[in-house]
């Protein structure tokens, strides 16, 4: 309901693993983004020496918004993230 700050902080098991993290409009369902059709406000899926990012969303309007996550692999993996809103003075 405010506007602000985004950050999602976003750590994962294995480095060996490629992960993407994005943050999206609501319209960003799973068959959507299978079919390339979302539109990201920030997304990160390069590769990382370490299992951490963070993604930064400046002056963020209110409304709905979806993380989204994907592993490239090579192999399986479990994840968590936490997201914040600094909200605009």
Same mark, same amino acid.
């Given at each position: 309901?405010?506007?602000?700050?985004?950050?999602? !902080? %976003?750590?994962?098991?294995?480095? !060996?693993?490629?992960?993407?993290?994005?943050?999206?409009?609501?319209?960003?369902?799973?068959?959507? +983004? !299978?079919? %390339?059709?979302?539109? %990201?406000?920030?997304?990160?899926?390069?590769?990382?020496?370490? /299992?951490?990012?963070?993604?930064?969303?400046?002056?963020?309007?209110?409304?709905? +918004?979806?993380?989204?996550?994907?592993? %490239?692999? /090579?192999?399986?993996?479990? +994840?968590? +993230?936490?997201?914040?809103?600094? /909200?605009?003075?």
């Amino acid at each position: 309901t405010r506007t602000g700050t985004l950050t999602v !902080q %976003f750590a994962w098991t294995s480095a !060996q693993n490629r992960m993407s993290i994005g943050v999206a409009n609501s319209s960003c369902t799973v068959e959507a +983004y !299978q079919n %390339f059709n979302c539109s %990201f406000l920030v997304q990160d899926a390069t590769p990382s020496a370490t /299992p951490v990012k963070t993604l930064t969303v400046a002056n963020l309007a209110a409304g709905t +918004y979806v993380v989204i996550v994907d592993n %490239f692999g /090579p192999g399986d993996e479990s +994840y968590n +993230y936490v997201v914040t809103l600094t /909200p605009t003075s």
